[in-house]
């Protein structure tokens, strides 16, 4: 499914990104199922909730000290208590999702920002990946109460994305993000969103994140 237009029920004062997946190659509702999708299913059964044990930390807690050149690191990693209330360290990389990953096809991806910002911009997948990219190191806490500290992350800085919008309107408050994974969307302060350890990631400890 293409999404080619923003919603018009977004505050007048919110500054809008779009991530635009194309060719959903999922079957209609309805459609009749293939037994021999079996393998399959049980697969995507695997990534909604799962454990990715290559990516299993050590005992010692990565701190920001010896970091490449370069990298952003993020004040929450400066803190001498680094896991908040009621959360519990994994040394482990959990995959959560609630629906299960979303199927992509880079040949229809765009990423899209609007509203009020300079201009509409939009990118394809080979030129998003061209774009100027960051390393940010950070904590990474999930709602469901584990934390995964000292995570090296590899995107492209929400700033840069901004600044190639033609900036963000004064009166822009807040960042509406919409996404392909079944109408997901969230948003948060414009603020937060142009903090310098803010990015889009694309790696994730050396390696591509992928669904």
Known sequence: MAVSTFPTNVPAYT???????????????????????????????????????????????????????????????????????????????????????????????????GGLVGKEVEWNWDAFVKLPQVGVFSDFHCVTRWSRLGNLWEGVPTRELVRLAGGAAPSAKFVMVHGHDRGWTTNLPLEDFLAEDALVALRHDGEPLTV
């Open 15 to 113: 500054l809008r990104m779009i991530l635009v997946l194309c060719r959903n190659s999922r079957p209609k509702q309805g459609a009749p199922r293939d037994s021999s999708n079996t393998v399959e299913e049980s697969e995507r059964w695997t990534h909604m909730f799962g454990m990715d044990r290559t990516k299993t930390q050590d005992d010692a807690v990565p701190a920001p000290e010896g970091l490449p050149a370069g990298v952003i690191v993020s004040p929450d990693t400066r803190r001498p208590d680094r896991i908040p209330p009621g959360q519990s360290r994994t040394k482990k990389w959990p995959i959560l999702d609630a629906s299960g990953p979303p199927e992509l096809d880079l040949a229809g991806w765009r990423f899209r920002i």
